[in-house]
């Protein structure tokens, strides 16, 4: 790999070896060989190590993590039962509630805002047993595919520090890539927990719209935005997923009577994807463990549907603004992107954004067609591996594969499947509405032929 004038911090350390999963970390505290308060002193030992390279934290919560630790400890102590992520730290994007930390939502327009009470999604976690450590990283009002903001460093990619991490869950995926928390949580209105985890190399879900009921904190759609968990391995997010859902967790083996899994390739966006051969064909590569694949040539979107997804993304970002654009210093605060999609809502008529949504229902059948004899559907997550940070300018071919199952209200998960060059790809599943254990199924398959990918050979 590369080496960086970054003083004694280099890719290789950058990116663990290998990192601990839940049932790891779990097993270890449990069993006695280590404590809730060591796992903690390991993650802020981690975080001093690599986040002055990486910056994925935005707000860490140190004294709160060590106190939760300190009481899972009497717990166990008392015979308390634990819970599936009992000792388990990670971090939350900054769009959610932590109490005592961040609300600023990564813009300095609301820099001095900090959040009165954990949000509904902290506090499952903590139920379970899991430690808090944090708030991570992301762009402003989460308006970006890359996580800069201006309170501070642009999170970049621990695969390589010159490139970007994506975004808008760029903390989370950078953060769980570096081995700083095994798991964290972001929201998805496009690709945001998707397209990071591609350019990072973990597991990002965008789950089944409802399926994680918390609309608080900021959404840069309510209608679009989803909950959904990053993490090393397609078990752990099925497990988390599982907590954030109240539900049982998604089966992470695949059903040796089902037969063989139906799997639609397609590697036309019908958009500005910029698709790299190499990558398209590490992607496809991937699959043909997982079941039958079949190649479909037309197109999975519209122009016409993404400039709908668009202006309802910049509609519910104009009307959760509409205080702070009210008030002239803190618009003079905002950044340009934000205020540009802000502009663009306004200069929307009504009849325009009614249009839009029901572009929602063409969505939805699109896929439906596509998927009529197919269990989930195949693409590259993006069309290309992250790319330079002096470089990454192109919002909409990053998205291109990822915002139709947002839009149609499909759940969808991108996990890793190789390297071009040195960098992570990802290959996208979409599944039917409700049906994420039929993507999890097929995504183990093709992460248990490819392995996990702690680095580049």
């Given at each position: 790999m590369p080496t960086y004038d970054r003083g004694s911090t280099t890719p290789a350390t950058l990116i663990p070896a290998s990192r601990p999963d839940i049932g790891a970390v779990r097993t270890a505290v449990l069993s006695g060989r280590t404590t809730p308060t060591e796992v903690v002193r390991n993650v802020f030992d981690r975080i001093g190590e690599v986040d002055h390279v990486i910056h994925s934290m935005l707000d860490p919560a140190q004294d709160r993590a060590y106190a939760i630790a300190a009481r899972l400890e009497r717990d166990v102590a008392d015979g308390r039962a634990p819970g599936p992520l009992f000792g388990v730290p990670f971090t939350v994007k900054g769009t959610e509630s932590m109490a005592g930390l961040s609300a600023s939502y990564g813009s300095l327009a609301r820099r001095h805002e900090i959040a009165p009470h954990d949000g509904p999604v902290v506090q499952r976690l903590i139920a379970a047993g899991a430690i808090p450590v944090g708030l991570s990283n992301l762009p402003e009002f989460t308006a970006l595919p890359r996580t800069a903001n201006r309170l501070g460093p642009e999170c970049v990619n621990p695969h390589d520090p010159t490139r970007i991490a994506g975004g808008s869950s760029g903390g989370a995926a950078a953060g769980v890539a570096a081995g700083i928390v095994p798991f964290a949580v972001g929201t998805d209105t496009g690709g945001s927990n998707r397209v990071p985890a591609a350019f990072c190399g973990v597991v990002g879900v965008a789950p089944t719209p409802g399926a994680v009921h918390d609309h608080h904190g900021y959404r840069s759609s309510p209608e679009l935005t989803v909950?959904?968990?990053?993490?090393?391995?397609?078990?752990?997010?099925?497990?988390?997923?599982?907590?954030?859902?109240?539900?049982?967790?998604?089966?992470?083996?695949?059903?040796?009577?089902?037969?063989?899994?139906?799997?639609?390739?397609?590697?036309?966006?019908?958009?500005?994807?910029?698709?790299?051969?190499?990558?398209?064909?590490?992607?496809?590569?991937?699959?043909?463990?997982?079941?039958?694949?079949?190649?479909?040539?037309?197109?999975?979107?519209?122009?016409?549907?993404?400039?709908?997804?668009?202006l309802m993304v910049a509609a519910g970002r104009a009307a959760q603004l509409r205080p702070l654009l009210a008030d002239p210093d803190a618009r003079a605060l905002l950044t340009d992107t934000v205020l540009e999609q802000v502009e663009a809502a306004r200069a929307a008529h009504a009849t325009d954004y009614a249009a839009a949504v029901r572009q929602r229902s063409r969505a939805a059948y699109r896929l439906s067609a596509l998927m009529h004899d197919a269990d989930v559907i195949a693409t590259p997550t993006v069309g290309f591996v992250a790319p330079p940070v002096e470089a990454a300018s192109a919002p909409t071919a990053a998205v291109a594969f990822t915002f139709i199952a947002n839009f149609a209200g499909f759940p969808a998960l991108s996990l890793p499947c190789g390297f071009v060059g040195d960098m992570p790809v990802g290959v996208q599943l979409i599944a039917r509405p409700g049906a994420e254990h039929t993507m999890v199924d097929v995504a183990e398959a093709v992460e248990h032929s490819v392995g996990r990918l702690p680095e580049a050979s």
């Open positions: 909950v959904g968990p990053v993490a090393g391995s397609v078990r752990d997010v099925a497990l988390v997923n599982a907590v954030l859902t109240g539900s049982e967790p998604m089966r992470v083996a695949c059903n040796p009577d089902a037969g063989p899994m139906r799997i639609r390739w397609m590697s036309t966006s019908g958009l500005d994807d910029r698709l790299d051969p190499h990558v398209a064909a590490m992607a496809f590569d991937a699959l043909d463990p997982a079941g039958r694949v079949e190649r479909e040539t037309s197109a999975l979107a519209t122009a016409e549907l993404f400039d709908a997804f668009a």
